[in-house]
């Protein structure tokens, strides 16, 4: 399989790329906010049974979950099998507790593949399948599959309502991040910002929200559905 342009560094080498350290995609690094969001859950001393990633893609943060719950199962789902054989390849010190559905095109978990009462829903880059309307429908959808206490973990890009505030974050990313992390989007709607990434959360019914994580525009969000589950416990 060879990788489109987008998701490789700049001084790549041309040819197919495989990812080699767990957790770094092959051209980002999120290495660190993956990890943190499994800690996070860790430390509401929730454990999950079960980890579903929307867009998975490499499976990358569907594997610092797996790495952080031991007794946890994931489920993988990207809308084509494209890269089927890179995550499998990824994944396949987990053996049987990941399991492999193609489905959710444009980030819809509601579409039937995601089973509902999830612990862990997890998905990067709705902004580039989404605008503004479309992300809080995917919030919606989303937050109705939660089991109570289930968390729901997007990271993303975000809009700004002044170009000039964002053309100056994107300008510094040069010599930090790479330029643009995950696909290219996907439409050509404005994406939403922050806060009306934490207003898609609060009209889904998920008002323990937070920003876990920023950097230059990449922001992970983290929300937990009230209640308590069977996958938590006190600490």
């Not at 929730?46 to 594997?63: A, C, M, N, R, T």
């Not at 990941?98 to 444009?106: A, I, K, L, T």
């Not at 989303?142 to 994107?170: F, K, S």
């Amino acid at each position: 399989m060879t990788i489109p342009a987008q998701y490789r560094p700049a001084d790549a080498k041309p040819g197919p790329m495989k990812p080699i350290v767990p957790y770094v995609a092959m051209a980002d690094n999120l290495d660190v906010p993956r990890r943190i969001a499994a800690a996070v859950v860790a430390a509401d001393g929730s454990k999950p049974q079960l980890v579903v990633d929307v867009g998975s893609f490499l499976g990358e943060l569907l594997e610092a979950f797996l790495d952080q719950f031991p007794d946890a199962r994931g489920q993988w789902t990207d809308a084509t099998d494209n890269s089927r054989g890179l995550a499998g390849e990824r994944l396949a010190r987990f053996g049987d507790r990941v399991d492999y559905r193609v489905g959710c095109p444009g980030r819809n978990a509601a579409d039937g593949t995601v089973p509902s009462g999830v612990d862990v829903l997890a998905t990067s880059w709705v902004s580039s399948h989404r605008g503004v309307e479309g992300t809080a429908e995917f919030y919606r959808g989303a937050a109705g599959l939660l089991a109570p206490g289930g968390w729901l973990v997007v990271m993303d890009h975000i809009g700004y309502n002044d170009p000039e505030r964002e053309r100056r974050v994107l300008a510094a990313r040069h010599g930090f991040q790479v330029d643009f992390e995950g696909p290219p989007p996907h439409h050509d709607d404005h994406i939403a910002t922050r806060e009306q990434h934490l207003a898609g959360f609060a009209a889904a019914g998920i008002t323990d929200v937070d920003v876990v994580w920023e950097s230059l525009g990449t922001v992970l969000f983290m929300g937990r559905r009230a209640g308590t589950s069977e996958a938590t416990t006190t600490q």
